[in-house]
């Protein structure tokens, strides 16, 4: 697998850790009380950041 390769890959991943976010933030409180969520949202928002860390080490320069 090349640098490229991985790198979009984990693009992929970071949009649907932001996709399962946003479906956690909407059923919250809705359909499953906040105190069983918050922690899953939290969780997520720290794949995410790690994810978007991963990605900015990983700038492909344009050559």
Known sequence: MTK?????K???????AKETKYWLRLINGKYIKPEL???DIEETQ??????????????????
């Open 46 to 63: 720290e794949i995410i950041n790690i994810f978007s860390s991963i990605i900015n080490k990983t700038r492909i320069s344009k050559s």
């Open 37 to 39: 969520i918050a922690k």
């Open 4 to 8: 490229r390769d991985f790198r979009h």
């Open 10 to 16: 984990i693009v992929i991943a970071r949009k649907e």
